[in-house]
T-cell receptor, first 112, second 116 residues
Framework: GDSVTQMEGPVTLSEEAFLTINCTYTATGYPSLFWYVQYPGEGLQLLLK?????DKGSNKGFEATYRKETTSFHLEKGSVQVSDSAVYFC???????????FGKGTRLSVIA | EAGVAQSPRYKIIEKRQSVAFWCNPI?????LYWYQQILGQGPKLLIQ????????DSQLPKDRFSAERLKGVDSTLKIQPAKLEDSAVYLC??????????????FGEGSRLTVL
């Protein structure tokens, strides 16, 4: 079945450091790919998405590029802030009316 | 715009007891989801409703879990009897589109269940 694998956390970075959170997927079809974020005390919210190969999703300084050849969708940010501290989930949805499949999540802590 | 509302936020019960969680989706959202998130894991879909009909309940442990969505709005998830392994956060989400691969699911803050 479909699955998502994310790098293990927690990840601790200093403010203004570069962030990469790796995500790879397995899917039978041609999925859409997503990053969701969960800030402390809040619900999951969509951060960015990409629906076809080579698409780049971006939001709030975060970016991720849909790489079909490597089945990856790595999340990057050039300069993290303390306010980026959260749990980040990579997810996919295969074609059709299929529900989101999530990775295990990666906790990011940014220290000043 | 009001978000997805869930209650209770926290619940502690003994094993073999029952518990119910309530969800009110965003107004006008036709699709409603219940996910289970065990500590250290990603959310796992339990059931998906389209209006008041079930689209997918293949991962719902039907011997102990039940869910309904009366009138296509609010939803209730029940566990009876609870087991220790049911300790988790139960997330409700809604979306405006029928196709989940639009990806724009709106989540509530979740209901944290501890089974002792």
């Amino acid at each position: 079945g479909d699955s998502v694998t994310q790098m293990e956390g927690p990840v601790t970075l200093s403010e203004e450091a570069f962030l990469t959170i790796n995500c790879t997927y397995t899917a039978t079809g041609y999925p859409s790919l997503f990053w969701y974020v969960q800030y402390p005390g809040e619900g999951l919210q969509l951060l960015l998405k990409a629906t076809k190969a080579d698409d780049k999703g971006s939001n709030k300084g975060f970016e991720a590029t849909y790489r079909k050849e490597t089945t990856s969708f790595h999340l990057e940010k050039g300069s993290v802030q303390v306010s980026d501290s959260a749990v980040y989930f990579c997810a996919l949805s295969d074609q059709g009316n299929t529900p989101l499949v999530f990775g295990k999540g990666t906790r990011l802590s940014v220290i000043a | 715009e009001a978000g997805v509302a869930q209650s209770p936020r926290y619940k502690i019960i003994e094993k073999r007891q029952s518990v119910a969680f309530w969800c009110n989706p965003i107004s006008g959202h036709a699709t409603l989801y219940w996910y289970q998130q065990i500590l250290g894991q990603g959310p796992k879909l339990l059931i998906q409703f389209q209006n008041n009909g079930v689209v997918d309940d293949s991962q719902l442990p039907k011997d102990r879990f039940s869910a309904e969505r009366l009138k296509g709005v609010d939803s209730t998830l029940k566990i009876q009897p609870a087991k220790l392994e049911d300790s988790a956060v139960y997330l409700c989400a809604s979306s405006a589109r029928t196709a989940a691969n639009t990806g724009e699911l709106f989540f509530g803050e979740g209901s944290r269940l501890t089974v002792l």
